[in-house]
T-cell receptor
């Protein structure tokens, strides 16, 4: 079983709408959690990095939350744009080990 | 500042051959990490180099190896290629490679093994 589970697997929303992507993990001990955006055919781009003590972190229209007690994180996208269409990958670091989620494929339609 | 560059961008090889991929990190970055990405397995960590030393290693067979040069440029080598090695190989650089250090990814090298 993957130690980092992302949901939904894919999502289609209309431009201008908000959406929330989920990441549940069982990785322990926990060092930090990262969200990446990956456009098709390109390398991932870092959106946020959150340590154990951080509950929320924003990067423009992207806001990540972390509940270390329940081992859950979410990525909220506000006022979606067509350029938000991409895969969003959650990565959990355990000291020197990295565990990747399978990603959520987001499609924003006009 | 130039981003992370990877060469070549696309590569086609046959089973049994070997391949060398190159990664030039962002100037001033001393940590370089390599990842394999496939539709079935997603992103998987291969290894990380810092100051010419392999600091961390993922769970890949010994056919996968790498090195880092004094200018922080890194190469990854895969010997005795198998069909399952077909993947997008990504490299990422960061200043120190610590857990909270932002990584910057290159565009990747698409390797196809026939």
């Amino acid at each position: 079983k993957n130690q980092v589970e992302q949901s939904p697997q894919s999502l289609i929303i209309l431009e201008g709408k908000n959406c929330t992507l989920q990441c549940n993990y069982t990785v322990s001990p926990f060092s930090n959690l990262r969200w990446y955006k990956q456009d098709t055919g390109r390398g991932p781009v870092s959106l946020t990095i959150m340590t154990f003590s951080e509950n929320t972190k924003s990067n423009g229209r992207y806001t990540a939350t972390l509940d270390a007690d329940t081992k859950q994180s979410s990525l909220h996208i506000t006022a979606s744009q067509l350029s938000d269409s991409a895969s969003y990958i959650c990565v959990v670091l355990n000291n020197n080990d990295m565990r990747f989620g399978a990603g959520t494929r987001l499609t924003v339609k006009p | 500042k130039a981003g992370v560059t990877q060469t070549p961008r696309y590569l086609i090889k046959t089973r049994g051959q070997q391949v060398t991929l190159s990664c030039s990190p962002i100037s001033g970055h001393r940590s370089v990490s390599w990842y394999q990405q496939t539709p079935g397995q997603g992103l998987q960590f291969l290894f990380e180099y810092f100051s010419e030393t392999q600091r961390n290693k993922g769970n890949f067979p010994g056919r996968f190896s790498g090195r880092q040069f004094s200018n922080s440029r890194s190469e990854m080598n895969v010997s005795t290629l198998e069909l399952g090695d077909s993947a997008l190989y990504l490299c990422a650089s960061s200043v120190t490679g610590t857990s909270t250090d932002t990584q910057y990814f290159g565009p990747g090298t698409r390797l196809t093994v026939l």
